[in-house]
């Protein structure tokens, strides 16, 4: 594994952490840091589609909107107006479904319309088992990296 690619990964999983620490919600960082403890091992357990599929289902709309505008502006969407179990989602689904754009694995017009064709688009491409195991490789990578550096940043569970 290249050191770029790794460092690439945990730089793309930090600036979820600093967008975690601009909204300054602990129920949301709590939240968040369990979520991408599961998540790390719902991807090996469960499989990339189901585990995307599930995240998307629990996700909000309207985060993830705002989330495929840019990491700027995401603390306008207040705690208020979604909840916080939807908000934890939307967040770690666009941090693994932007890096697999970033990765080449998805086109960004498909994201930039709706996140959730990402999720169709893996689907149709999914019979192809080099891309089965390159979805596999980059989302284990992107899951790993935003686990260690949110539970690095915020602390280890109970």
């Known amino acids: 594994m290249s050191k770029d690619l790794l460092a690439d990964a945990y730089n793309t999983a930090w600036k979820y952490v600093e967008l ?3 909204i300054n919600s602990n129920e949301l960082i709590e ?11 719902y991807l090996e357990r469960d499989g990339v ?9 629990k996700s909000s709309w309207k985060v ?3 989330l495929g505008k840019g990491l ?10 979604v909840r916080v179990e939807e ?14 754009v970033r990765r080449g ?8 319309e709706d996140s959730l064709n990402a999720v169709v688009k893996l689907a149709t491409e999914f019979d192809r088992p080099s891309v089965k195991a390159y ?8 899951a790993i990296a935003f686990k260690h550096v949110v539970v690095g940043e915020f602390g280890g569970g109970p």
């Open 72 to 81: 700027e502006g995401v603390s306008e969407v207040k705690l208020d107006d």
């Open 49 to 57: 589609l189901p585990t995307l599929m599930f995240m998307a289902s």
């Open 105 to 112: 694995l998805i086109p960004r017009e498909d994201y930039e």
């Open 31 to 41: 939240r968040v840091r369990s979520y991408a403890e599961r998540f790390a091992s």
């Open 20 to 22: 975690l620490k601009k």
């Open 135 to 142: 979805v596999m490789n980059e989302l284990s990578r992107i």
């Open 87 to 100: 908000y934890a989602h939307s967040i770690l689904y666009e941090c693994y479904v932007s890096w697999l």
């Open 64 to 66: 993830r909107k705002e």
